[in-house]
């Protein structure tokens, strides 16, 4: 083997980086849910993506609900 194959085999797997749709599950998985501008400013994502995002959700199977906090905001959580 050379030597750039042997460093390769010795370092240590970097852990894979969190992705944008991972955060956006954590942020509707809370008890409060997240709202639309909360996910949008979390990934960067246009509000279409987003609400395409949430649509894409629904039909692996998650369960979302949406609901009204009482700042009037619209917010949207997935049910466990």
């Excluded at 030597?3 to 010795?10: G, I, L, M, R, V």
């Excluded at 960067?44 to 039909?59: D, E, N, V, Y």
Aim: net charge positive; aromatic share 4%.
């Amino acid at each position: 083997m050379t030597d750039q194959t042997t460093q390769a085999a010795e370092e240590p797997a970097a852990r894979p980086a969190t992705t944008k749709a991972a955060t956006v599950q954590k942020l509707l998985c809370r008890n409060k849910g997240a709202t639309l501008p909360e996910i949008t400013n979390t990934t960067s994502w246009q509000p279409h993506s987003a609400r395409a995002f949430l649509t894409g959700l629904r039909k692996k199977g998650f369960k979302l609900i949406r609901e009204c906090r009482p700042s009037g905001d619209t917010c949207w959580r997935i049910e466990r």
